[in-house]
């Protein structure tokens, strides 16, 4: 009797572990995939800044939408609803040299990352802050927020 129900408990055990508990090598995982995010968007972020006077001032005229609430590993997701106007921005500011096809592979590098580490959830994830934010102020944000939840991931 008591064997099984020891078994029984063995069994659910394994099978909570088996269904997605976090283990150490997923938190791992996380961690790196949420570093080569942070690390293509200050990619970004630099070649912005290299950028000629006239061609950055034209990209800090374009807006973009930041959620209200970046606190978990799904709302990643809504970074990806902003990676096409994103990348529509730096085709637009920019002739095709290598600079830019290297930014360009970065914005998709970031999407599927982001695809991969964050699942897909049903329903909406963001709610965007009414307010929006230049090209700039809008990678900033993105690399604090993969900063502070790099931290919490042990």
């Known amino acids: 009797m008591y064997k099984m129900h020891f078994l029984t408990c063995v069994a659910l055990t394994l099978a909570f572990v088996v269904d997605g508990a976090p283990t150490s090598g997923s938190h791992r995982d996380a961690r790196q995939k949420l570093a080569d995010i942070k690390e293509d ?5 630099k070649g912005v800044h290299n950028y000629k006077n006239h061609e950055h001032s034209t990209m800090l005229t374009f807006k973009f939408y930041i959620p209200r609430k970046v606190t978990e590993l ?5 970074l990806t609803d902003e990676l096409n106007p994103l990348k529509d921005v730096l085709n637009l500011t920019q ?10 592979r970065s914005v998709e590098n970031i999407n599927v990352t982001v ?3 964050a699942e897909p959830t049903v329903g909406p994830t963001c709610e965007y802050d009414d307010e929006t934010v230049t090209f700039v102020e809008f990678l900033n944000k993105w690399v604090t927020f993969c900063q502070s939840i790099f931290s919490t991931l042990n």
Do not use: G, S
């Open 41 to 45: 968007l200050q990619k970004l972020l």
């Open 74 to 78: 799904k709302h990643l997701l809504c």
């Open 95 to 104: 002739r095709k040299t290598f600079h830019l096809e290297e930014m360009v």
């Open 115 to 117: 695809n991969a580490l």
